[in-house]
């Protein structure tokens, strides 16, 4: 069944499947972090989406108690979730203090942004966001940096585009010019490459943007698409 079949606007069956494989990928294991780790800081992400008024609770908080976490680790979830203005250099440091890698700090972006993407889509089309499922495997995390990664100037080491960054590159950002938002997360390469498939689906592909004459949506330009885009940014605070 059609993940938002409850929408009273059709969701093609690309997109809701995409969305129920964002869903799903929360609750197993990541680089970084244990399935029950992930799905810990997603609930506490939600919880904090909640407490705020941005979202509506579907009852799964109590995911949040399901693994041990660091204190920092929440305070990090909790912050991103709520749009990351508080997100600076020094934030990032004391992070890193009480001991939180690069690598995990990374991870636990990605998660959060992901799963805050799928709640405000679900809110836009006027259903309740889907709820998380319950962590199942008990398989240990890789814990593997990528040796392409580099001090590019960001707060943490990323992957520069090809030929630099080597096949683990091309498999994140292909062959071309890799902008910078689309390295944010390159330290994890399986979290850049989940939010370029997003991208892909839902923006512009890896092939098209840099194109500014193409716009992926028929009747609307791509200054307009960007201007959209940008307001929207604006809106959230976005400091990026």
Not at 121 to 137: D, H, N, W
Not at 170 to 186: D, F, M, V
Not at 203 to 217: G, K, P, Q, R, V
Request: charged share 25%.
């Amino acid at each position: 069944m059609n993940l938002y079949a409850d929408s009273t606007y059709p969701v093609d069956d690309t997109h809701a499947a995409l969305h129920r494989d964002e869903l799903r990928s929360l609750a197993h294991p990541g680089t970084w972090g244990t399935a029950a780790e992930r799905t810990a800081i997603a609930a506490e992400s939600r919880r904090a989406r909640c407490e705020a008024g941005l979202q509506e609770s579907v009852g799964d908080e109590a995911l949040a108690d399901g693994a041990e976490l660091p204190a920092a680790a929440r305070d990090l979830a909790r912050r991103v979730a709520l749009g990351g203005m508080s997100v600076d250099r020094d934030f990032f440091e004391q992070v890193r203090g009480a001991g939180i890698g690069a690598g995990a700090y990374v991870e636990i972006v990605g998660v959060v942004a992901r799963l805050a993407h799928l709640d405000v889509f679900a809110r836009g089309i006027g259903v309740s966001s889907r709820p998380l499922a319950a962590p199942t495997e008990t398989r240990a995390p890789r814990r593997e940096r990528p040796h392409e990664a580099c001090d590019e100037g960001f707060f943490v080491p990323s992957i520069p585009a090809a030929p630099a960054g080597g096949a683990v590159a091309e498999s994140i950002y292909g062959k071309g010019p890799a902008a910078n938002i689309l390295r944010s997360l390159s330290l994890v390469p399986d979290e850049a490459r989940r939010l370029n498939r997003i991208l892909d689906t839902e923006y512009f592909s890896m092939a098209s943007i840099f194109d500014l004459t193409y716009s992926s949506l028929e009747g609307v330009s791509r200054p307009q698409i960007e201007l959209v885009a940008a307001r929207v940014s604006a809106l959230n605070q976005c400091f990026y």
